[in-house]
């Protein structure tokens, strides 16, 4: 199952696939270990994804974009991240984490964000201590395929069927087409009804997705153009990606990572897709 990139001296990063029963629910696990003598900082691109994670061996400490405070926890539901966030891996460190597919958090919680806030217990959201004892199930497991195994049979019975609006909104991928007016013409329903179901199911408005798409395919020339900031054409990406011109993309950056293009260009290495 596991497509492992490590070194067992150092940190250790790696993705699992997904089985194909869950393929519509989750884009990919992550498995993580600092085999070091010291912590290591990494920074995580928004992904408009929601997150589920699981800290085994020394705390994880997580902190939100231009927040000074830190948020630590056995297991955390995070998102959908929108911004840019920093954590902290001390020597020791064990993370799994669980990246949900669009409407997919909403089919397990009944609601599609973690509302006021960038990460909660998830026992907090349902009102019982269900994930704090199956936490406590996948610690005493030593083999990371082996937690994925149990983590998907805990999954499967809480799995609610999915809505058929949510599937059209999700499953929508002509990016020359609004899909609010396409799928409001197509199904019959006002354009307001199906915004405030892609908010409702999704956590997010389609507009704000537009604005990301635009945002990642700009982040995706950048990294094809070598790692050489002086090869890189900024007006081409502003035309290619869709944006008015260049203070806007720079806009656009700073809002979701507080930096800007050419430090993002600099920094490339230094932060992860949870892609």
Known sequence: MSNKVENKMEHAGFRLDIPDEFTSVFSHFYYA???TSSPIKST???????LLAFNFGASITIHPLGDAKT????VLA??????????VMPAGAKLLVVNFKSDAFFRFFGRAKVEGQLAINPDQLIGMPCFSLLWQTLSTLTDVDQQIYHLLAFCRPYLKERNFIAAQLSEFDNEQLDP???LAQMQGYTERH???QHHKYLGYSAKALNRYKRFLKAIEFIAATDNTINRINWLQIVNDCGYYDQSQMIH????YLNLSPAQ????LHAICSAR
């Open 264 to 267: 993002y260009a600099k920094q």
């Open 78 to 87: 995070i998102g959908p991240v929108k911004q840019a966030f920093s954590y």
């Open 194 to 196: 199906l915004q405030s």
């Open 180 to 182: 609010i007016k396409t």
């Open 44 to 50: 995580l691109l928004p992904s408009y994804q929601t």
């Open 71 to 74: 948020i630590k926890g056995d």
């Open 252 to 255: 656009y950056f700073k809002h």
């Open 33 to 35: 270990e600092n085999n």
